[in-house]
């Protein structure tokens, strides 16, 4: 098969045939989590990958090194749990002495944070987002199916500390009938501490396949119900930004909204996102996958991994079509994919 992608467009940056610059990388490092969050996974847990299945660190390594080489930047560390995956903190440091690297982030439940954060933080990233949906331990336990809130907030005062680690960002997904009662503690938060606080539109990647567009609670509806207490301005939203942050008008923080749902941002997507199993997937809602890790370990070179690269990167979709008619989610859930 012909490559897709032009000899002369391998000197140009990574980009989709829609004119999208790619320059943010998602690396899912595990499958596995020890939380069973009822918008992501079922009860029961998932069927895990084989651990031979999973890339190694050195493997990970090796195709983060081609991925920047082809412009990519921004690279975020994700899971399943992240922390759950041995030894993670070596690879972070592994992936720090990537020159080209300008952001190096990890994304967390908090569990282990409180355990890891020193180890984090002398291995390098720059960033975390924790990820929060109750700040009530009772209404952590039922969203979560684990009582684990004061450990997860913790982690998050262990993180604090370390003021290179900024900025320190705070998600809640926002699910109708359950988040509305969340969303004045949220803004306490945000108002009192130097976290910004995120609220994230409910997706169609649960594991439970029970989605449905009537759950979504809004970006315009949480923002309007904490307009009504603390007023609010918005920010400029800086380019390929998930999150439209607004500040609060007192100065005191400030909070996000991620509206995949009602206001996708496809537009200027920079993103791609690296399984475990060592898919690439071009968009969250991909419904095919490039597979990286076989011809990696049958041999193949930086520059053949590039060209498949760049293949699957001119495919990207120009939408991901939540609301249109005939939508099918992906076949893997946000766990198996990587946040």
């Known amino acids: 098969m012909k490559p897709i992608v032009t000899l002369d467009q391998m000197t140009e940056s990574l980009k989709d045939a829609h004119g999208r610059v790619i320059s943010d990388l998602r690396v899912s490092v595990t499958d596995r989590c020890n939380f069973r969050c009822r918008y992501c996974m079922p009860a029961e847990g998932m069927d895990w990958l084989d651990r031979s299945a999973i890339l190694s660190f050195e493997e990970i390594e090796r195709l983060v090194r081609v991925f920047v080489g082809l412009g990519v930047e921004d690279v975020r560390l994700t899971g399943g749990e992240p922390l759950a995956r041995r030894d993670?903190?070596?690879?972070?440091?592994?992936?720090?002495?990537?020159e080209g690297i300008?952001?190096?982030?990890?994304?967390?439940?908090?569990?282990?944070?409180?355990?890891d954060a020193a180890a984090l933080v002398d291995a390098g990233i720059n960033r975390?987002?924790?990820?929060?949906?109750s700040l009530a331990r009772d209404r952590f336990h039922e969203i979560t199916r684990r009582d684990a809130l004061?450990?997860?907030?913790?982690?998050?005062?262990?993180?604090?500390?370390?003021?290179?680690?900024?900025?320190?960002?705070v998600n809640a997904v926002a699910i109708r009938d359950?988040?509305?009662?969340?969303?004045?503690?949220f803004a306490e938060m945000a108002r009192t501490t130097d976290f910004q606080v995120r609220f994230i539109e409910f997706m169609p990647l649960d594991g439970d396949r029970a989605w449905d567009h009537s759950q979504v609670l809004t970006g315009e509806e949480v923002r309007a119900l904490i307009h009504e207490r603390y007023p609010l301005e918005p920010t400029?939203?800086?380019?390929?930004?998930t999150a439209r942050v607004h500040r609060f008008a007192d100065g005191k923080g400030e909070i996000g909204f991620i509206n995949p749902v009602s206001e996708p941002f496809c537009a200027d997507c920079n993103r791609i996102r690296l399984t475990a199993d060592g898919e690439l997937r071009t968009c969250l809602f991909s419904m095919h996958e490039t597979n990286l890790r076989d011809p990696m370990r049958e041999g193949a070179s930086d520059?053949?991994?590039e060209q498949v690269i760049r293949d699957a990167v001119w495919r990207k979709e120009l939408k991901h079509r939540v609301n249109e008619p005939g939508f099918r989610p992906p076949a893997r859930s946000?766990?198996?994919i990587g946040g």
Do not use: W
């Not at 975390?128 to 949906?133: A, C, K, P, Q």
């Not at 004061?150 to 960002?169: C, D, F, M, N, S």
């Open 150 to 169: 004061p450990q997860v907030l913790r982690g998050l005062e262990a993180i604090a500390t370390y003021e290179e680690v900024r900025p320190i960002k």
């Open 102 to 115: 300008s952001d190096l982030s990890v994304t967390t439940n908090g569990y282990l944070l409180e355990r």
């Open 128 to 133: 975390i987002n924790v990820s929060v949906d």
């Open 236 to 241: 400029k939203r800086e380019p390929h930004a």
């Open 303 to 305: 520059a053949e991994m």
């Open 334 to 336: 946000m766990s198996a």
């Open 88 to 98: 993670f903190p070596v690879l972070v440091s592994m992936l720090r002495r990537i």
């Open 178 to 185: 359950f988040t509305e009662n969340e969303v004045y503690r």
